[in-house]
């Protein structure tokens, strides 16, 4: 190679940096910048500045349940009370861990529309930021363990159920990877899909007895009560809603591999997309909707590689149209995600800080 074309692969390199951190940047500006008042800028948000400002001075659940929330709180109070830099610091977490994610996962040469939803995903966390915490916690779990930093990837997941309660569904991952990562990424479809639907079953058996049992032993109560009971003696197929796409993905998924060069993120990818359809129909039957977000841009991210995979295979000048049409579709999802949930989540309008 020419010292010129050392040159030049130094200089991309930087400029696709540099791109990482505007954007890094400009969601964490998106998020600071917004009027957080009641029913503005989140339902939750003021709760959240509240827990916050009175976390030196008054106790609350997180001194006996999701301790790490509150140990988080109180070490920012102890040195500031201003509310902009403790959300700062929340979203600096939250989109940091949404960058190294696809820095870590993305192709140059993959398509990026599907990350058009991320934009969902991160105005919702204006009202579920404690969750959102955790997502972000845990994608930086998944980012190391990627790397082979096993000791601390496990170690940060397990944290994560000490910030949200939700999180208690993807500590099994760890065992999950242990054991069946190279049992999934050897096995043929068919396999594959009688796996996953057996052991989508077998979840949702146990998520069955464990609702049970918490209700009777009246182990929750308020929200987390209702959410529970509302799902209590919910069929199986009332997740297949969210678990047949999950299911449809896998398989293009799977299918599209035969045509690429499978490396570690090819199985890496797989393996998670495999863990979200089995403990779907667990997370739908405890009312643990959210569990959704924890491994969105993995699902993200192989909708990239299907549609860059899939616009090859038409002529230059029809590729156009292949792209405005799935930015139609994506963009489309966006804005019919947004509509439905914006009111319930108070997160728009947007109003500035200042205004």
């Known amino acids: 190679m020419s010292i010129r074309g050392i040159y030049c692969s130094r200089s991309e390199i930087l400029r696709t940096d540099l791109g990482y951190i505007y954007t890094c940047i ?163 479809l068919k396999r594959m899909i009688f796996f996953l639907i057996l052991y989508s079953w077998i979840t949702y058996i146990i998520a069955t007895s464990i609702q049970t049992f918490v209700l009777g032993a009246m182990l929750l109560d308020g929200t987390d009560s209702y959410y529970l009971q509302k799902n209590m003696n919910g069929s199986i197929f009332d997740s297949s809603i969210l678990l047949l796409p999950l299911i449809a993905l896998l398989i293009f998924w799977f299918i599209t591999n035969r045509k690429l060069n499978v490396d570690n993120r090819t199985e890496f990818l797989t393996v998670c997309i495999a863990y979200d359809i089995i403990i779907a129909p667990a997370a739908i039957l405890l009312g643990m909707w959210r569990f959704n977000e924890f491994m969105f841009l993995e699902r993200l991210t192989v909708w990239g590689v299907l549609i860059s995979l899939y616009r090859i295979r038409f002529e230059r000048k029809s590729r156009i149209l292949v792209t405005l049409l799935f930015v139609c579709i994506f963009l489309g999802w966006l804005i019919y995600r947004i509509e439905r949930e914006w009111d319930p989540c108070k997160i728009m309008p947007y109003i500035f800080i200042w205004d």
């Open 26 to 188: 400009i969601l964490i500006l998106f998020a600071i910048c917004r009027k957080v008042s009641a029913n503005i800028g989140g339902a939750d948000a003021l709760n959240y500045e509240s827990i916050f400002l009175d976390a030196l001075n008054s106790q609350s659940k997180y001194d006996s349940q999701e301790v790490l929330f509150g140990v988080f709180n109180r070490i920012i109070r102890s040195f500031t009370s201003n509310p902009i830099l403790y959300r700062s610091i929340c979203y600096s977490i939250i989109a940091f861990s949404y960058i190294i994610f696809i820095k870590c996962f993305s192709e140059k040469w993959m398509s990026v529309i599907p990350y058009l939803v991320i934009v969902l995903f991160y105005l919702k966390s204006f009202n579920t930021m404690r969750s959102s915490l955790a997502v972000a916690i845990f994608t930086i779990a998944l980012v190391l363990l990627y790397k082979n930093k096993k000791i601390i990837a496990f170690s940060l997941i397990i944290s994560t159920v000490f910030i949200h309660r939700m999180s208690v569904l993807y500590i099994p991952f760890i065992i999950f990877y242990f054991f069946g990562y190279k049992f999934i990424i050897n096995m043929g």
